[in-house]
């Protein structure tokens, strides 16, 4: 009987629910205080909207969702490590700003992979000769 109980609170929809409401809000904060995030919302959408109008294939779409996807995602965890290096210390360590030049790193990784993508993808449908 203990094992249903178990069972059931593991998978209760209200936790699933809150835990949800969790990372909204969170994703809510990036875009209202973060201008670097909603740079990277816009451009990935403007991004995925040019793929529909050049007509990509599903996997060159996927290959593109993928892509900026990853952009969002190394931008996310960027702000995070920023945000919690800044709770560590408010003064200047040379450590500190090298986890953070690392973690920005992480971000011009993924804009360059996006660039080498959107070039393979875009290219020969915007220079038809």
């Known amino acids: ?11 209760k929809v209200g936790r699933f629910r809150d835990s949800f409401k969790i990372a909204i809000n969170g994703v809510i904060y990036l875009f209202l205080y973060h201008r670097n995030m909603r740079i990277i919302f816009i451009t990935g959408i403007v991004t995925f909207l040019a793929g529909l ?3 990509l294939s599903g996997i060159e779409l996927i290959a593109l969702s993928i892509t900026i996807t990853l952009v969002f995602m190394a931008e996310i965890f960027n702000t995070a490590i920023e945000l919690m290096m800044n709770m560590v210390s408010e003064t200047y360590h040379t450590r500190i700003r090298v986890i953070k030049d690392i973690a920005a ?9 996006a660039l080498a993508v959107g070039s ?10």
């Open 53 to 55: 109008f050049f007509r």
């Open 1 to 11: 009987m203990a094992k249903n109980r178990f069972l059931r609170n593991i998978f």
């Open 105 to 113: 790193g992480v971000v011009v990784l993924a804009c360059l992979n």
């Open 120 to 129: 393979v993808l875009f290219a020969s449908r915007i220079f038809k000769g």
